[in-house]
């Protein structure tokens, strides 16, 4: 069966930092574009970033510049780096294969106080 679980969220002040990581099983995972995700209360889930199994990076517009994905193959995982955390980057954050996803985690809570 294919499964994803994150995990690294919790509580923290604008401007600090967090590592959100995302461990994926049940797929070949190195040959499969991986992407992070998130939900705010009341929105829908948004794309965040996708990191393509090549090592081609792309980002939402809104984390440009302060998000950094990446990939450990040998581990079957994924990363997210957050700097510069804005209170609107509060939400639930998922990972996922781009293609054919699995069922959705329970995600990892990221919440940033002003």
């Known amino acids: 069966q294919v499964h994803v679980v994150e995990s690294g969220g919790g509580l923290v002040q604008a401007g600090g930092s967090l590592r959100l990581s995302c461990v994926a099983s049940?797929?070949?995972?190195?040959?499969?574009?991986m992407a992070w995700y998130r939900q705010a209360p009341g929105k829908q889930r948004e794309l965040v970033a996708v990191?393509?199994?090549?090592?081609?990076?792309n980002y939402a517009d809104s984390v440009k510049g302060r998000f950094t994905v990446s990939r450990d193959n040998a581990k079957n995982t994924v990363y997210l780096q957050m700097n510069s955390l804005k209170p609107e980057d509060s939400a639930i954050y998922y990972c996922?294969?781009?293609?054919?996803?699995?069922?959705w985690g329970q995600g990892t809570q990221v919440t940033v106080s002003s």
């Open positions: 990191v393509a199994s090549g090592g081609d990076i």
């Open positions: 996922n294969y781009i293609l054919f996803p699995a069922d």
């Open positions: 049940g797929r070949n995972f190195s040959i499969n574009t």
